[in-house]
């Protein structure tokens, strides 16, 4: 049976200068915390109002759907909080 051939190891050779990645643009968020919170708020007090007034407030012709406005606001806080860093 033939020999096979032993293979050289190649020579060293550097790796290629690393470049630096696209620098990340950060954009100012500081709106994002004052505005979830504001809509969990008005969500919540459009909830409570709505209960203690015994649905003649904040909207009476709505009816129970005063509830649903109300976590409308509170589930747009929760979409807004997905933009804070």
């Known amino acids: 049976m033939p020999k096979s051939r032993i293979r050289k190891k190649a020579d060293y050779t550097p790796p290629a200068a690393k470049t630096q990645p696209a620098a990340i643009k950060l954009t100012n968020r500081a709106w994002v915390a004052p505005v979830m919170l504001a809509l969990f708020l008005v969500g919540l007090a459009w909830i409570v109002i709505f209960y203690v ?33």
């Open 53 to 85: 007034t015994e649905g003649s407030l904040p909207l009476e012709a709505l009816g129970n759907w005063n509830i649903v406005v109300g976590f409308g606001f509170i589930a747009a806080g929760f979409a807004v909080s997905t933009q804070w860093k």
